[in-house]
């Protein structure tokens, strides 16, 4: 019996080596990063689309996995625990969640506007709402903040229905809700499939507003500056492609959101991608200054605003990728 | 169905009330093989039987809860049916109903039965008298003893007046000394209100210090080994010479201990 | 003082203890970690009490976001109870029935209500969702419950009656029902332990505004925890008075079975 253990205690270990062994660490070249994204959010970060698809940061010598997330704030917590390196979402998110004191800094911008206020057709104006619900993807999502300051401007209640943007059209249709936000292109295929029309685009609501960023964690930027590097340059030759080659990209978006063409193309008349990928500063200022007064970001919290702003926002490797064009 | 016993009048022959005539078979097993007995009215009957021999398919079936496989048990000549005829069963095991204080228990047959709440109420006090449970009609039967749990099981058989009373080896799950109480004591209610009485059982003393009559069962498949009568005096005498003789000649001549 | 006074006391007393030893190893631990995500027992108390007077970031206060979910669960529950009983009941009685039907109904009760949830979306409507949702957890451990009671009702119980010559309806309602009336019991406080436990689940559909779980899932898209922490113990301290309710009441009808002591 003894030796029947020993013998079975070696083989395990054999095994057990053998299996550490062929987990061989990552080649030298090779980094892995762990890249998040937004549920159909093809239209506001086509770069990251353009990215993914074509392979371009295995290309430049990255193990990459993708996580694909239904919402912003569901990406902010992933990124909170330390599973996520960048991140592609709505500037919101990101700064609620900076606001909580986590560790994340905005390198780029992916695109501003781009979302629209879809609703039943019995409303026809901005008061008519008053007393409705709109579905909105979350309370910590840049649409719910754009809710709020409709309300604001009008003076009027709006009732908030926080949902998975997949589920807004089907809500809308079964008149749960009177209407819903979301980003591009999920309005337009509600309009499409005709259960309502548009009533406000984002621009009608805050024009050239910061929607979604590229993020990654401070840390990262401080201690592995080279990573970001290649990351953004990557980034940036993705936002040319898309700039030079607008037919091939819409097509990729055709295939991965199962739209139809011309719904995607009248969804993008929406939603602006700038180059160069700077975000808009001033805007990104108002939103914050929103977000503390909507109490989704603590008073306490910011002290100063500029401040606040310079931490999250690091333009530095995004400027330094550009100037060696 | 009115509550009352069968009124003799004045015949001077032991009117036979109870014929059994039965075998009984589950699947392949065959249990009772050809039990065929009388009893008289108000004879105190035990069957005697070593375990396991069926001596609860007896109880059973001659309570009517269980069908022979052939034969049929009657009283009076009818076929038994509980739903006809007022028989009474007191279980090995503790029957007391839980959820019932014991003056609701005892009244069980007699609320079933549809009888007045007046009568229900007075001969529910009757009957605990009888069996001396004076002062627990509001206990549940988990703040009794098991000898008190048979004593209100013996109060809820007799509180209908059966015709009939059939005893499955009522005492065989109480201690020693309890059983020595509770066979003095079933004696003493027999006396008060006279039954007709098949009392099941395995122990021979008991037997013997209880019975107007015996019959001996054997081992399965059970067949009538052989009946004795017994004529000693009551209250009987476990030590008396006469007692130990006609025990020790029952226990030899139907080879009960191998 | 009786023992029973005595016997009382000290365990109300233990039971305060143990929860100011957690409470100290909480407050330990939180300021060891200085961590956001780990906040202190004040923070997490500040975070209740503006709860209850400010109410939540769309200033829904507590004790609405509880009157909601309390809504739902209950009418879950009592659907699920008014399913479940007489369907174990009736399956118990006849268990041919029940073992000619399992292949339908055993498999939908390892579904996981969540899984549910795509299909509750699109074929159900507002408050009916959360009914089905918590009526789906609640259901099996009542269902099961009686029936599995049915078939340990004592025989002997029904042969007294039998005897007596009972009609079968004495034997069903006389018999048979206070048999299985504890074990219903018993399915019914599990089953309400379940709904509870369900709600957030359910309120993870989205599309409305009030209820416990929503405000926890509100709170995470925020990342705030001593807020999730205030919803979650909320969520626990509730759950647990209902049972406690439950097993008084059970006690009080149930009072003639025994205590069963282990020492």
């Not at chain 2, 228990?105 to 009957?127: C, N, P, S, Y």
């Not at chain 2, 988990?142 to 809820?156: D, E, H, L, N």
Request: aromatic fraction near 10%.
């Amino acid at each position: 019996m003894k030796r029947t253990a020993k013998w079975s205690v070696l083989a395990l270990a054999v095994t057990f080596a053998l299996i550490l062994g062929l987990q061989s660490p990552a080649n030298a070249q090779e980094k892995e990063i762990r890249f998040g994204y937004l549920v159909a959010d093809q239209l506001h970060s086509p770069a990251v689309m353009i990215m993914k698809e074509k392979k371009m940061l295995e290309a430049a010598g990255f193990k990459v996995a993708w996580r694909e997330f239904l919402a912003g704030s569901y990406l902010m917590q992933d990124f909170a625990s330390g599973q996520i390196d960048f991140g592609s979402l709505g500037a919101v998110p990101v700064l609620i969640t900076r606001g909580q004191g986590v560790d994340v800094v905005i390198l780029a911008s992916a695109n501003t506007e781009g979302s629209s206020i879809v609703v039943k057709d019995s409303i026809k104006t901005a008061k008519d709402l008053n007393g409705k619900s709109l579905g909105t993807p979350g309370i910590g999502s840049i649409q719910d903040a754009l809710v709020d300051m409709v309300a604001r401007k009008e003076n009027i209640k709006i009732l908030h229905k926080h949902m998975k943007v997949s589920d807004m059209p089907l809500f809308l249709k079964k008149g749960e809700i009177d209407g819903f936000i979301a980003w591009a292109p999920h309005p337009a295929r509600a309009v499409d499939l005709g259960y309502g029309h548009e009533l406000f685009t984002s621009h009608d609501l805050l024009p050239d507003h910061q929607c979604c960023v590229v993020v990654t964690k401070g840390a990262m930027l401080k201690n592995d500056p080279e990573t970001v590097k290649k990351v953004m340059n990557v980034y940036l030759r993705a936002c040319e492609w898309y700039q030079a080659n607008r037919d091939e990209a819409i097509a990729m978006m055709v295939q991965k959101t199962g739209m139809k063409e011309e719904v995607i193309r009248e969804a993008l008349k929406t939603v602006k991608n700038p180059f160069p990928p700077y975000c808009n500063v001033p805007s990104l200022k108002f939103q914050a200054e929103g977000l503390v007064e909507g109490g989704k970001i603590q008073k306490d919290v910011i002290t100063n605003m500029d401040d606040f702003i310079k931490q999250t926002y690091h333009p530095e490797i995004l400027e330094t990728a550009l100037e060696k064009k | 169905m009115e509550i009352g016993s069968f009124h003799r009048l004045g015949a001077k022959m032991a009117t036979q009330l109870v014929h059994v005539n039965i075998s009984k078979k589950y699947s392949n097993v065959e249990v009772l093989n050809n039990i065929a007995f009388n009893v008289e009215e108000n004879e105190f009957l035990v069957v005697v039987g070593p375990t396991g021999c069926g001596k609860t398919t007896l109880g059973n079936i001659l309570s009517g809860i269980e069908k022979p496989t052939s034969g049929q048990v009657t009283i009076r000549d009818e076929v038994i049916d509980p739903h006809i005829h007022n028989i009474s069963y007191v279980f090995q095991e503790p029957s007391c109903i839980p959820w019932y204080t014991m003056i609701q228990d005892v009244t069980m047959g007699l609320v079933i039965r549809g009888a007045a709440k007046e009568e229900v109420a007075k001969r529910g006090k009757e009957v605990i008298k009888l069996v001396d449970m004076v002062g627990f009609e509001d206990y549940y039967p988990w703040q009794i003893s098991g000898g008190m749990k048979q004593r209100v099981a013996i109060a809820r058989a007799y509180a209908t007046n059966p015709d009939f009373l059939i005893m499955d080896e009522p005492f065989g799950h109480l201690d020693a000394q309890t059983r020595y109480l509770m066979q003095i004591e079933i004696m003493r209610i027999w006396e008060q209100e006279k039954k007709t009485v098949v009392f099941i059982t395995n122990n021979i003393e008991e037997a013997v210090y209880l019975a107007s009559r015996i019959i001996v069962l054997s081992k399965l498949p059970a067949r009538m080994k052989c009946e004795y009568t017994i004529d000693l005096p009551r209250p009987r005498d476990l030590t008396d010479p006469q007692f130990l003789r006609t025990r020790a000649e029952i226990t030899k001549e139907c080879e009960i201990v191998e | 003082m009786t023992e029973k006074r005595k016997e009382l006391f000290k365990t109300v007393g233990y039971n305060i203890l143990s929860l100011i030893g957690v409470g100290i190893l909480w407050t330990l631990f939180s300021h060891w970690q200085h961590s956001p995500f780990f906040p202190t027992l004040t923070a997490i108390w500040k975070a209740f009490v503006g709860l209850v007077e400010h109410g939540d970031v769309e200033q829904i206060g507590l004790g609405a976001h509880i009157w909601a979910s309390l809504v739902r669960i209950f009418a879950g529950f009592a659907a699920a109870c008014l399913l479940g009983i007489p369907l174990g009941l009736a399956l118990g009685l006849k268990p041919k029935l029940y073992n000619r039907t399992r292949a339908i109904l055993e498999p939908v009760r390892f579904i996981p209500p969540i899984a549910w949830i795509p299909m509750a979306i699109v074929l159900l409507v507002g408050f009916s969702r959360y009914v089905f949702l918590i009526w789906l957890g609640a259901f099996f451990p009542i269902f099961i419950t009686t029936l599995m009671s049915v078939t340990r009702v004592n025989p002997i119980h029904v042969n007294v009656a039998k005897v007596f010559g009972a009609p079968r309806s004495y034997i069903i309602w006389k018999i048979v029902i206070p048999s299985v009336l504890p074990d219903i019991a018993t399915g019914m406080r599990v089953g309400l332990g379940i709904a509870w436990m369900c709600i957030v689940a359910a309120e993870m559909i989205g599309g409305e505004m009030m209820g416990v779980g929503r405000l926890i899932l509100k709170y995470a898209e925020l990342i705030r925890m001593p807020e999730i922490i205030v919803g979650m113990l909320v969520i626990g301290i509730i759950g647990f008075f209902m049972n406690e309710v439950f097993i008084i009441v059970e006690r009080w009808i149930f009072r003639w079975r025994s205590e069963v002591s282990i020492d």
